[in-house]
């Protein structure tokens, strides 16, 4: 392995200066108590923190980032710890999703503008994940990811509820009148309980899951609740180990290659993960250059059977999860059957399979054997047709069977606000067959792509015992909802795509077998109504400008088109 030398490191040309500028570089640091032998060549190590009261998932990021500190320390570095802009998923309006990209800017800017050798990134709540991997992987320094834990399991009235999962179907119950508005305050302090991000498999557990997969976290990322000692010892141990990185000269790309990618979309179909992971993929994929598509999603999950039965696809959460061994069990299974790409070097330096192949799983309730698994062919499909010439993705281990083969006349909504104005009225003519269309929340249309995609079902349904429906949209929907859920339907409607053209009334044709989605309009009549399209006005300064003028579109990962690939870490001219 290829030693870094001090000299090589690029924290030495700000802290192994002399005259003026080394002693601006060093003179202000040492406000604080810093020694200054702490500048003598040994490797910085930046510790990226999302903490921050407004995102309730990382509140605990401080004790992370100490333990981080720790291991920096322990391992002779130098450790700077410091802030990026924080996506809180249940707070930020109008989506955290807008401004995953921003913080990734963040991220990206302030490591290469500052005297660091490596980093560690500290991520948690849903968008956090994304958007500081993107960032990081444009910059391409050693790099290793720290997942803040999911929260411990919830209780109420005696029974495990889960994040968002039980929110969607608790709320339905209420509009059902199965359940009283006190019952459903009561379940909310029940439901969130402890530090951590949401604790089903929804997008941020699933991340976690992904950073693991890809090599970038160490073994147990994934899992290990958040108020777990052993987070801690996670943490602490990646700090160890960022030094050594910086030493072997060991960047991120190293880990994020196409193997490493293709390692996680299997995973992802293995653990029933959450449709966001295909946008979050596919961006940072494109930061590293390497060409990820949709179809790779749809062939790459294709027998790849989902072995964990959590919430919102099963019953557990989790806390369960880690009990019954985490993500190494699943990894292990998809290395035993073929699916793994067994070679793929990880952060602490061994190949994904010597981490993997040793372990045990305890609760095979949980993760089920490869060779009775909790469902068949159950990753994510992609449908193509004349409503998505691009593609638009479903999660088939959240949807109902039946409904993956079925034609049935379009009810449309052309925003959010249209169908909260409409879906309780009782002339609404929507029955169990409808297919509930909505329009204009793609990246450039909401802006940001909301998770509106899951659209809550008609109370004059649900009083019939139906609890599932088609429902189509450009939109997302978050990783803890459930349903026959066809999303980011490309093009948006919001650039003119096909779906801007459904009517309601038309027949939509869905069938998940055949890959397909078909809008039953004749090409007259489109063209007609293509015609008579307008698209609306954006926004006309700040970021929100910058991000409608220059999103891409869902299947090409919604990033920006100009942050696509990455310009590595060369150090800036001087600043004085
Ligand atoms: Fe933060 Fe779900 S709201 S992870």
């Given at each position: 392995?290829k030693?870094k030398?001090?000299?090589?490191?690029?924290?030495?040309?700000?802290?192994?200066?002399?005259?003026?500028?080394?002693f601006?570089?060093?003179?202000?640091?040492?406000?604080?108590?810093?020694?200054?032998?702490q500048?003598?060549?040994?490797?910085?190590?930046?510790?990226?923190?999302?903490?921050?009261?407004?995102?309730?998932?990382?509140?605990?990021f401080?004790?992370?980032?100490?333990?981080v500190?720790?291991?920096v320390?322990?391992?002779?570095?130098?450790?700077?710890?410091?802030p990026?802009?924080?996506?809180?998923?249940?707070?930020?309006?109008?989506?955290?999703?807008?401004?995953?990209?921003l913080?990734?800017?963040?991220?990206?800017?302030?490591?290469?503008?500052n005297?660091?050798?490596?980093?560690?990134l500290?991520?948690?709540?849903?968008?956090?994940?994304?958007?500081?991997?993107?960032?990081?992987?444009?910059?391409?320094?050693?790099?290793?990811?720290v997942?803040?834990g999911?929260?411990l399991r919830?209780?109420?009235?005696?029974?495990?509820?889960?994040?968002?999962?039980?929110?969607?179907?608790?709320s339905?119950?209420?509009?059902?009148?199965?359940?009283?508005?006190?019952?459903?305050?009561?379940?909310?302090?029940?439901?969130?309980?402890?530090?951590?991000?949401?604790?089903?498999?929804?997008?941020?557990?699933?991340?976690?899951?992904?950073?693991?997969?890809?090599?970038?976290?160490?073994?147990?990322?994934?899992?290990?609740?958040?108020?777990?000692g052993?987070?801690?010892?996670?943490?602490?141990?990646?700090g160890?180990?960022?030094?050594?990185l910086?030493r072997?000269d060991f960047?991120?790309?190293?880990?994020?290659?196409?193997?490493?990618?293709?390692?996680?979309?299997?995973?992802n179909?293995?653990?029933?993960?959450?449709?966001?992971?295909?946008?979050?993929?596919i961006?940072?994929?494109?930061?590293?250059?390497?060409?990820?598509?949709?179809?790779?999603?749809?062939?790459?999950?294709?027998?790849?059977?989902?072995?964990v039965?959590l919430?919102?696809?099963?019953?557990?959460?989790?806390?369960?999860?880690?009990?019954a061994?985490?993500?190494?069990?699943?990894?292990?299974?998809?290395?035993?059957?073929?699916l793994?790409?067994?070679?793929?070097?990880?952060?602490?330096?061994?190949?994904?399979w010597?981490?993997?192949?040793?372990a045990?799983?305890?609760r095979?309730?949980?993760?089920?054997?490869?060779?009775?698994?909790?469902?068949?062919?159950?990753?994510?499909?992609?449908?193509?047709?004349?409503?998505a010439?691009?593609?638009?993705?479903?999660?088939?281990?959240?949807?109902?069977?039946?409904?993956?083969k079925?034609?049935?006349?379009?009810?449309?909504?052309n925003s959010?606000?249209?169908?909260?104005?409409?879906?309780?009225?009782?002339?609404?003519?929507?029955?169990?067959?409808?297919?509930?269309?909505?329009k204009?929340?793609?990246?450039?249309?909401?802006p940001?792509?909301?998770?509106?995609g899951?659209?809550?079902?008609?109370?004059?349904?649900?009083?019939?015992?139906?609890?599932?429906?088609?429902?189509?949209?450009?939109?997302?929907?978050?990783?803890?909802?459930?349903?026959?859920?066809?999303l980011?339907v490309?093009?948006?409607?919001?650039?003119?795509?096909?779906?801007?053209?459904?009517?309601?009334?038309?027949m939509?044709?869905?069938?998940v077998?055949?890959?397909?989605?078909?809008?039953?309009?004749?090409?007259?009549?489109l063209?007609?109504?293509?015609?008579?399209?307008?698209?609306?006005?954006?926004?006309?300064?700040?970021?929100?400008?910058?991000?409608?003028?220059?999103v891409?579109?869902a299947?090409?990962?919604?990033?920006?088109d100009?942050?696509?690939?990455?310009?590595?870490?060369p150090?800036p001219?001087?600043?004085?």
């Amino acid at each position: 392995m290829k030693k870094k030398s001090k000299q090589g490191l690029r924290s030495q040309q700000w802290f192994g200066r002399e005259g003026a500028h080394g002693f601006i570089y060093r003179s202000w640091v040492q406000n604080r108590g810093v020694p200054h032998d702490q500048f003598d060549g040994r490797p910085v190590i930046g510790i990226c923190n999302t903490w921050s009261e407004l995102t309730p998932c990382n509140t605990h990021f401080r004790i992370i980032a100490e333990q981080v500190r720790q291991g920096v320390l322990e391992a002779g570095g130098f450790p700077l710890e410091f802030p990026v802009m924080s996506l809180g998923e249940t707070l930020m309006r109008p989506s955290a999703m807008m401004f995953r990209n921003l913080a990734s800017m963040d991220v990206e800017e302030t490591v290469r503008a500052n005297p660091l050798d490596g980093v560690v990134l500290l991520m948690g709540c849903d968008k956090t994940t994304p958007s500081l991997l993107m960032g990081a992987a444009s910059v391409n320094l050693p790099t290793i990811g720290v997942s803040g834990g999911p929260m411990l399991r919830g209780i109420y009235h005696g029974c495990a509820i889960g994040s968002g999962t039980n929110v969607w179907s608790m709320s339905e119950d209420v509009r059902a009148g199965k359940l009283s508005q006190d019952e459903f305050h009561e379940a909310e302090s029940c439901m969130h309980r402890s530090h951590g991000h949401c604790m089903t498999m929804g997008t941020a557990s699933t991340m976690a899951c992904m950073v693991e997969a890809l090599g970038v976290g160490l073994p147990g990322n994934a899992a290990i609740p958040a108020v777990d000692g052993r987070r801690n010892v996670l943490a602490r141990e990646a700090g160890r180990r960022i030094v050594t990185l910086v030493r072997e000269d060991f960047p991120l790309s190293r880990i994020l290659t196409r193997h490493a990618f293709e390692n996680a979309i299997r995973a992802n179909a293995a653990i029933g993960g959450s449709t966001n992971a295909v946008i979050h993929l596919i961006a940072l994929a494109g930061r590293v250059g390497v060409k990820l598509t949709l179809a790779d999603f749809d062939r790459l999950s294709r027998n790849v059977p989902a072995l964990v039965n959590l919430m919102p696809s099963g019953k557990f959460l989790m806390e369960d999860f880690h009990e019954a061994g985490g993500l190494p069990v699943v990894l292990r299974d998809l290395g035993r059957n073929g699916l793994l790409h067994r070679h793929a070097i990880t952060a602490n330096g061994k190949a994904i399979w010597d981490n993997v192949k040793k372990a045990e799983c305890w609760r095979p309730e949980v993760i089920q054997p490869f060779a009775k698994p909790f469902k068949k062919d159950a990753g994510i499909a992609v449908v193509r047709g004349n409503m998505a010439p691009d593609g638009a993705v479903i999660k088939t281990s959240a949807a109902t069977p039946r409904l993956m083969k079925h034609k049935g006349p379009a009810i449309v909504f052309n925003s959010i606000e249209h169908f909260y104005r409409r879906i309780n009225d009782p002339k609404l003519p929507v029955t169990k067959d409808s297919v509930l269309v909505l329009k204009n929340c793609g990246p450039k249309g909401y802006p940001g792509m909301a998770e509106v995609g899951n659209m809550p079902l008609p109370p004059k349904v649900l009083r019939k015992g139906i609890t599932d429906m088609v429902r189509i949209s450009d939109a997302r929907m978050s990783g803890t909802a459930y349903g026959t859920v066809v999303l980011h339907v490309a093009p948006e409607a919001a650039i003119g795509g096909p779906l801007a053209l459904v009517q309601t009334g038309d027949m939509i044709a869905l069938d998940v077998e055949a890959r397909t989605l078909h809008l039953e309009v004749d090409e007259a009549t489109l063209a007609k109504r293509r015609a008579a399209w307008k698209p609306e006005p954006i926004a006309t300064r700040g970021y929100q400008r910058l991000y409608q003028e220059h999103v891409l579109q869902a299947h090409l990962g919604a990033d920006l088109d100009f942050l696509v690939g990455g310009s590595g870490a060369p150090v800036p001219r001087e600043s004085h």
